[in-house]
């Protein structure tokens, strides 16, 4: 449990997040607008009369970001709204030309209800971050402050495609009912689950480098076993995990100061400042004015069908809790390396289509793609879609590495032997593992005749050491596997020639 000793007594922190991803999708949430606003394409170029708020240009709800909602609503465990509304939030800023931003309110049921997702706690148990809801949202403009020295611009690019805002929940009339976000190590594993599931599913890329994942961190502070929620501060728009843990350390330490000291939290609104971590009040909730949400005349209420969701339903591929799950249980692999392999759909597909349904292959694969393959993402595709010498380079296949597993476990080549042959499919080889062996000569030798014949001529030439041995400094027995070993260049199966060095030296 995370825990901040102050002077008075032990505090626990209260982590509230409310996070915001860009749906995936060819056109925006209520134009026909391309929703592609990547920096190599023209600012002002994806946009429609919609999304500037020309005058009596119309929003049309797009079916497929309704879509792409519904899945991530199942993704999570949620209970979806058969019936929704959208809403005017009214705020007045460049990026936004309507003067109000289309959302979902929050007084009336969203798309996406109640639901949970599961995270290890810092117990390392199982633990549920309840979520209240997941609303549709348009996004904004971008702002750009670094073109001129006197002037802004504003590229609309970006305006109008889908958000989808999750936001976890915090039963204050209920609190034993409760399972939070407790710590900054929690904060980054559910955020690492909510990114895990969007991409699993397609809904999102959740790229926090690229923005199209940023959160809203709400922190507060209460006595350790307390049921009084203290008072919360919200930083917008943290687009790093190590600047949202590091953020909610520094600011829960900041509240316990001040409440030690006889002060009161304010509930602000902070900027944080990434060049030394500290925070700055934007505005205090005391003072400024709430949103004002009036309904949206131009958009009728969503009514999602049972069908609807059970034909969404039926699409949804493994999410990674149940293919970490698997591995665990089906493969026998650690925790550690099954979360890593489970970072990206993409890993977790390469991995399955290596081991290829042989369970006795897996961990060797687990341990090859974690060690070495992930080192070189250069040299492999993990979409799995190339293969052989691609622009000069070998991309190493699924395939490659599940006959270099192979080739080990059946002692047709030896540890060393196959790091050898992975470098040179690095260096650019072509052929198969095995091809490569027969090529370079690289193969093992398990013939016992040949590898007793070597022993022999070893022993031969070392007699005092036998002797020695044999008077009891058994110590020596790796002097024998090493000189056996140099003398059939690396080639003697170690199994078979520790087999036999035993028998001969007594």
């Not at 520094?250 to 304010?266: D, F, T």
């Not at 492999?380 to 080990?408: C, F, H, Q, W």
């Not at 005749?449 to 070597?454: L, N, W, Y």
Request: glycine share 8%; aromatic share 8%; net charge negative.
């Amino acid at each position: 449990m995370f825990t901040i000793k102050g002077k008075t007594g032990d505090w626990e922190v209260v982590v509230g997040l409310e996070t915001h991803i860009e749906v995936l999708s060819k056109s925006k949430i209520f134009s026909g607008a391309s929703a592609d606003y990547n920096p190599t394409v023209a600012p002002n170029t994806q946009v429609s009369m919609v999304d500037v708020a020309m005058p009596g240009m119309l929003p049309v709800l797009n079916e497929y970001c309704v879509d792409q909602a519904i899945k991530f609503g199942l993704g999570i465990n949620a209970e979806i709204s058969r019936k929704s509304c959208f809403a005017r939030k009214q705020y007045f800023y460049p990026d936004l030309p309507q003067g109000y931003q289309i959302t979902q309110p929050a007084d009336q049921p969203p798309v996406v209800g109640r639901g949970w997702v599961e995270i290890m706690g810092d117990d390392g148990n199982p633990k549920k971050i309840l979520i209240e809801r997941a609303h549709m949202e348009q996004d904004a403009a971008k702002n750009k402050h670094d073109m001129h020295p006197a002037k802004s611009f504003v590229d609309f690019n970006r305006c109008g495609v889908m958000l989808l805002e999750i936001v976890t929940f915090l039963d204050t009339k209920n609190p034993e009912n409760n399972s939070y976000i407790s710590s900054p190590e929690e904060a980054e594993r559910y955020l690492r689950q909510i990114r895990e599931i969007a991409r699993a599913l397609g809904v999102s890329k959740a790229n926090m480098e690229e923005g199209s994942m940023r959160a809203d961190v709400n922190v507060s502070v209460k006595r350790v076993g307390s049921n009084t929620f203290g008072t919360r501060t919200e930083t917008k728009n943290m687009v790093s995990f190590k600047f949202i843990k590091n953020h909610i350390e520094n600011e829960a330490r900041r509240q316990v100061e001040i409440l030690e000291s006889g002060g009161v939290v304010s509930q602000d609104t902070l900027r944080y400042h990434q060049d030394d971590g500290s925070s700055s009040v934007m505005r205090s909730k005391e003072d400024a004015l709430d949103y004002r949400y009036f309904p949206d005349p131009d958009l009728l209420p969503l009514i999602i069908t049972d069908e609807q969701i059970e034909r969404i339903r039926k699409t949804m591929p493994e999410l990674p809790a149940a293919t970490r799950a698997r591995y665990i249980e089906k493969f026998g692999l650690a925790e550690y390396d099954a979360a890593r392999l489970t970072e990206t759909v993409d890993i977790s597909h390469w991995f399955d289509a290596a081991v290829d349904g042989k369970a006795e292959r897996a961990k060797g694969v687990a341990n090859w793609m974690i060690s070495e393959l992930f080192a070189h993402p250069e040299n492999y595709d993990i979409t799995n879609e190339k293969s052989g010498i691609v622009d000069g380079m070998r991309i190493i296949t699924p395939s490659d590495l599940a006959e270099l597993v192979d080739m080990v476990a059946t002692s047709e080549i030896n540890g060393k032997q196959a790091k050898d042959i992975f470098i040179k499919m690095l260096d650019g080889a072509e052929g198969t593992p095995r091809s490569i062996a027969d090529k370079f000569g690289m193969k093992q030798i398990t013939d016992t005749g040949a590898i007793e014949k070597i022993i022999d001529e070893v022993i031969a030439k070392n007699g005092p050491q036998v002797e020695q041995y044999k008077s009891g400094k058994l110590g020596l027995f790796g002097f024998f596997v090493g000189n056996v070993m140099k003398a059939s260049a690396g080639k003697a199966n170690p199994a078979v020639v520790n087999e036999i060095l035993k028998k001969k030296l007594g």
